[in-house]
């Protein structure tokens, strides 16, 4: 049985290999979902001698990049192998939420011999079993999944259906929701020989509280489909107004 930590920096990875983690995925920013870590944070969790994961997710709300954002994966990706992952995960959709194949296949060219894992952006397409079968075709190692539920437990019944499809030619990695109080069940469910989960708690620094008038958060949430990009529109508006004032 394996037992794979999310983790969301470096300390994070030390600590979940010394506390008897057998694998973990390294990412930033997990509240939004996990997003790709540094390259000072890839180097720095490579003291444990336990697989290390990368995540690449360029940005939150979703799994279909731009062209730039699709260059910043690939560029990412080499770094993180280079800087000692191994392996990384990702998700490539296309807006209609099935597996965009030639952006992951331009992915998968370069990881290489090193195991690659498709990321719970399986759990919003349309069809699973399609999914699956672009997924084995491309030859994927693994894909991270909740059974397309809130939770994997909510999901174990599609977990099992998703490894007994699966045959044995890409691993189902149940994730999402996993404790300690759920994991027996979860593998009893579903048949699977492994688990992720992120095991948080919460870590305190009260250094920016000392003034209420400012936040450093961006308030509530977005929608899901929504994610902050730059404004045109109001970078030329800033700099007519800065231009007229010389």
């Not at 360029?58 to 731009?66: A, D, I, M, V």
């Not at 992952?85 to 952006?103: K, M, S, W």
């Not at 998703?162 to 044995?168: D, S």
Request: charged share 20%; with cysteine.
């Amino acid at each position: 049985m394996i037992l794979e930590v999310c983790c969301g920096c470096a300390g994070d990875v030390w600590t979940a290999a010394q506390a008897g983690a057998d694998r973990v995925e390294l990412n930033a920013a997990l509240f939004l979902g996990g997003l790709t870590p540094s390259i000072g944070a890839m180097e720095l969790a490579r003291r444990v001698d336990i697989p290390i994961m990368a995540m690449v997710r360029p940005r939150e709300g979703g799994f279909c990049y731009t062209e730039a954002e699709f260059a910043t994966m690939l560029a990412d990706t080499r770094a993180l192998l280079a800087a000692g992952a191994d392996g990384i995960v990702f998700g490539c959709l296309h807006p209609d939420g099935t597996v965009d194949r030639e952006r992951c296949a331009a992915m998968l060219e370069i990881i290489g011999a090193k195991e690659s894992v498709f990321s719970r952006a399986i759990d919003v397409t349309p069809d699973w079993r399609a999914a699956l079968d672009g997924l084995m075709d491309l030859g994927f190692t693994r894909v991270l999944t909740s059974g397309q539920a809130a939770t994997a437990p909510a999901g174990a019944a599609t977990l099992r259906a998703m490894r007994e499809y699966a045959a044995g030619r890409i691993q189902i990695l149940p994730g999402c929701g996993v404790n300690p109080g759920n994991a027996a069940a979860l593998l009893a469910e579903t048949g699977c020989d492994q688990l992720h989960g992120s095991f948080k708690t919460w870590g305190l620094d009260i250094s920016a509280t000392h003034n209420p008038a400012v936040s450093f958060s961006g308030g509530t949430c977005p929608p899901e489909e929504q994610y902050p990009v730059t404004d045109p529109t109001a970078i030329r508006a800033a700099a007519e107004v800065l231009n007229n004032r010389i």
